[in-house]
């Protein structure tokens, strides 16, 4: 079966524009993970879901941060009035609590 | 979250066994020990999960002595496609909602032809 995938791959944006960020997690897994990993860096936690509510949101680095899930499926991350603090490799993963978690190949957003 | 102290780098010929330790002293009573695989450019992948003594799957075998302040993942004759960050990481898996994981730096493992 398909994997997580993520779109875009690569995105180039100018400071001050807002990006969406989608992922499409393995149909059935009901949890569903975004991480942020800065260049030579480990990953960042930035929120979770079971199913459409997100119980954990902890890591979202500001109020510009907001993601949504619907259908318990599709996941959006958006990122409103971008700074070049916020470049790096967005990942999603998913699940099947409390199984290993399976990520996406991310996308590499870029603030110029 | 329990802390995990790895070495930062590790370079080893091919088809010699490599074995990375991870240190976790803090390590509570309901953690797990999970490692991680990850390749350039691409997302972080399931490696192997334990508790406590020994488990092996196809890819790796992860060692935990009694105390559980640290575990050893060991990679057997690797080859050059093992070249990789690999990740420890220690928590409460079986606590619904606090799966999230906590990455650290990693170990950036090289092996050389």
């Known amino acids: 079966g398909a994997g997580v995938s993520q779109s875009p791959s690569n995105k180039v944006t100018e400071k001050g524009k807002d990006v969406e960020l989608r992922c499409d997690p393995i149909?059935?897994?009901?949890?569903l993970y975004w991480y942020r990993q800065s260049l030579g860096q480990g990953l960042e936690f930035l929120i979770y879901?079971?199913?459409?509510?997100?119980?954990?949101k902890s890591g979202l680095p500001s109020d510009r941060f907001s993601a949504e899930r619907t259908g318990g499926s599709v996941s959006t991350l958006t990122i409103q009035r971008t700074q070049q603090e916020d470049s790096a490799v967005y990942l999603c993963?998913?699940?099947?609590?409390?199984?290993?978690?399976?990520f996406g190949p991310g996308t590499r957003l870029t603030v110029t | 979250l329990a802390k995990t102290t790895q070495p930062i780098s590790m370079d080893s010929y091919e088809g010699q066994e490599v074995n990375i330790t991870c240190s976790h002293n803090?390590?509570?009573?309901?953690?797990?020990i999970t490692w991680y695989q990850q390749f350039p450019s691409q997302g972080p992948r399931f490696i192997i999960q334990?508790?406590?003594t020994k488990v092996t799957n196809e890819v790796a075998s992860l060692f935990i002595p009694a105390d559980r302040k640290s575990s050893t993942l060991s990679l057997p004759r690797v080859s050059l496609s093992d070249t990789a960050v690999y990740y420890c990481?220690?928590?409460?898996?079986?606590?619904?909602?606090?799966?999230?994981?906590?990455f650290g730096t990693g170990t950036r493992l090289t092996i050389i032809p």
């Open positions: 993963a998913s699940s099947l609590f409390p199984y290993e978690q399976y």
């Open positions: 149909s059935g897994h009901t949890a």
């Open positions: 879901f079971q199913g459409n509510s997100a119980p954990d």
């Open positions: 803090n390590i509570a009573t309901n953690d797990y």
């Open positions: 334990g508790y406590k």
């Open positions: 990481l220690v928590g409460d898996i079986t606590y619904f909602g606090n799966e999230k994981l906590t």
